[in-house]
Nanobody, 123 residues
Framework: QVQLVESGGGLVQAGGSLRLSCATS????????AAWFRRAPGNERKFVAAIDWTGGGTNYADSVKGRFSISRDNDKSTLYLQMNSLKPEDTAVYYC????????????????WGQGTQVTVSS
């Protein structure tokens, strides 16, 4: 089992930046591939970014490519999402996930989930 806890969400103006963190505990985080998903109001949860267990491989949704950066620190058992040039359409609850196939983009491919952190981008 891996426990995941997101933090770093908040209210930011369009064009601003936020850095989300996902602290993990339980089984060795470094053994797992990981990802970020988000759920906007009224929508289903969607893929944002993924990273393999080494940190050397990443994958991004087209909507965030060039603006968001996923990374991990296996020594600290923590996953990150740096979000720059934020837009109002990035407003959502952001979830971290672990396990699954490397760079997987489907929810069902991940076994462990955090509770989410709210990101609100004002125009």
């Amino acid at each position: 089992q891996v426990q995941l806890v997101e933090s770093g969400g908040g209210l930011v103006q369009a064009g601003g930046s936020l850095r989300l963190s996902c602290a993990t505990s339980g089984r060795t985080f470094s053994a797992y591939n990981a990802a970020w998903f988000r759920r906007a109001p009224g929508n289903e949860r969607k893929f944002v970014a993924a990273i393999d267990w080494t940190g050397g491989g990443t994958n991004y949704a087209d909507s965030v490519k060039g603006r968001f950066s996923i990374s991990r620190d296996n020594d600290k058992s923590t996953l990150y999402l740096q979000m720059n040039s934020l837009k109002p359409e990035d407003t959502a609850v952001y979830y971290c996930a672990a396990s699954g196939r490397a760079m997987a983009t489907k929810q069902y491919e991940y076994s462990y989930w955090g509770q989410g952190t709210q990101v609100t981008v004002s125009s």
